[in-house]
T-cell receptor, first 111, second 116 residues
Framework: KNEVEQSPQNLTAQEGEFITINCSYS?????LHWLQQHPGGGIVSLFM???GKKKHGRLIATINIQEKHSSLHITASHPRDSAVYIC?????????????FGKGTHLIIQP | NAGVMQNPRHLVRRRGQEARLRCSPM?????VYWYRQLPEEGLKFMVY????????ESGMPKERFSAEFPKEGPSILRIQQVVRGDSAAYFC??????????????FGAGTRLSVL
């Protein structure tokens, strides 16, 4: 079982819809990251969370430490939001100092 | 302030050749991470370096792969005697000195290695 699980794996929605992508993890973490990878392959860091909620424009990220769960929401979705969204965690107490990644959620927003 | 610069963007090598991938971190960042993304797979951690030190190389294959981050110049990921299975996108990320909970990592555009 992967330490970081994302759902759904693939998501197709219409422009304007509210999007939710989920991330669950099974290990102790010090921080959780949401990343965006565009079709060209480049990776952009969207958020880093250790508690609570963060908002940037139409993007909202939340984390529940007790439930080991995070969500990424996109409001008023747009075709340019089409990308792979990746959840990654920084482990606590041993393991690699780098990030451990989920497999990503492929999001397509249709006009 | 330039972002994380990786070069080359694309690299083609024949089996048995050496591949050198370069990463210049953001200004003021002293921490570099290398990640590999195999086709149809997620990103995997390879190595974490600070200037002149390898801090964690638990994700590096035991043979043929090495990394360095010298006092001057970019970080280098070196793959000797490449094989077809090394074909992947290699991403570098950098961060400032680590805070207690970690810092946002800023990613480069990646180097896509193709081994013929």
């Amino acid at each position: 079982k992967n330490e970081v699980e994302q759902s759904p794996q693939n998501l197709t929605a219409q422009e304007g819809e509210f999007i939710t992508i989920n991330c669950s993890y099974s290990v102790g973490i010090s921080a959780l990251h949401w990343l965006q990878q565009h079709p060209g392959g480049g990776i952009v860091s969207l958020f880093m969370l250790s508690s609570g909620k963060k908002k940037h424009g139409r993007l909202i990220a939340t984390i529940n430490i007790q439930e080991k769960h995070s969500s990424l929401h996109i409001t008023a979705s747009h075709p340019r939001d089409s990308a792979v969204y990746i959840c990654a965690v920084r482990l606590v107490g041993g393991g690699a100092d780098g990030l451990t990644f989920g497999k990503g959620t492929h999001l397509i927003i249709q006009p | 302030n330039a972002g994380v610069m990786q070069n080359p963007r694309h690299l083609v090598r024949r089996r048995g050749q050496e591949a050198r991938l370069r990463c210049s971190p953001m200004k003021g960042h002293s921490h570099v991470y290398w990640y590999r993304q195999l086709p149809e797979e997620g990103l995997k951690f390879m190595v974490y370096l600070q200037k002149e030190n390898i801090i964690d190389e638990s994700g590096m294959p035991k043979e043929r792969f090495s990394a360095e981050f010298p006092k001057e110049g970019p970080s280098i990921l070196r793959i000797q005697q490449v094989v077809r299975g090394d074909s992947a996108a290699y991403f570098c990320a950098s961060s400032p000195p680590i805070a207690a909970g970690g810092n946002i990592q800023y990613f480069g555009a990646g180097t896509r290695l193709s081994v013929l």
